[in-house]
């Protein structure tokens, strides 16, 4: 079922997703909000360093960090923003570990392909979409 463009454990969560009726969803994605990763101690002492996604309502702030062609991903979103924090989440844990040529491939839809376009409006989609987009070009200009 995974497409070859998508990471695997970016399609192991999409997956997950889909194999889930669709009223157990989003209780998944809240799922995630709890598992968010702290991000690192440099990013927690220089704020200035991460991007604010203005595609989210919530004040959600990334940080992509490419080592020897491996990406780190950080994201900051609000407790009070659970699917905001969801949608951080799947990115971070999808993407960290991976090569930039790996995120550079994620397929731009890939908020539409988890099965959440019933479950959260368009504009949540629109604000996940929003994160990856600012990933990828992070990982662009700092390879």
Same mark, same amino acid.
């Given at each position: 079922?995974?497409?070859?463009?998508?990471?695997?454990?970016?399609?192991?969560?999409?997956?997950?997703? !889909?194999?889930?009726?669709?009223?157990?969803? !989003? %209780?998944?994605?809240?799922?995630?909000?709890?598992?968010?990763?702290?991000?690192?101690?440099?990013?927690?002492?220089?704020?200035?360093?991460?991007?604010?996604?203005?595609?989210?309502?919530?004040?959600?702030? +990334?940080?992509?960090?490419?080592?020897?062609? +491996?990406?780190?991903?950080?994201?900051?979103?609000?407790?009070?923003?659970?699917?905001?924090?969801?949608?951080?989440?799947?990115?971070? %844990?999808? +993407?960290?570990?991976?090569?930039?040529?790996?995120?550079?491939?994620?397929?731009?839809?890939?908020? %539409?392909? +988890?099965?959440?376009?019933?479950?959260?409006?368009?504009?949540?989609?629109?604000?996940?979409?929003?994160?990856?987009?600012?990933?990828?070009?992070?990982?662009?200009?700092?390879?």
């Amino acid at each position: 079922m995974s497409s070859p463009q998508v990471p695997d454990a970016l399609a192991e969560i999409r997956d997950d997703f !889909l194999e889930l009726p669709e009223a157990e969803r !989003l %209780q998944l994605l809240l799922e995630f909000s709890q598992e968010l990763p702290v991000v690192s101690d440099e990013v927690a002492a220089h704020p200035e360093m991460a991007e604010r996604v203005a595609e989210c309502q919530s004040p959600v702030y +990334i940080y992509v960090e490419v080592d020897d062609d +491996i990406v780190t991903m950080h994201a900051t979103a609000p407790p009070e923003a659970p699917t905001t924090r969801g949608f951080a989440s799947i990115l971070v %844990q999808g +993407i960290t570990g991976l090569t930039a040529d790996q995120v550079l491939s994620i397929p731009d839809d890939y908020p %539409q392909s +988890i099965g959440l376009t019933r479950a959260v409006s368009p504009l949540r989609i629109g604000g996940m979409t929003g994160m990856l987009m600012r990933v990828k070009r992070q990982v662009s200009h700092k390879r």
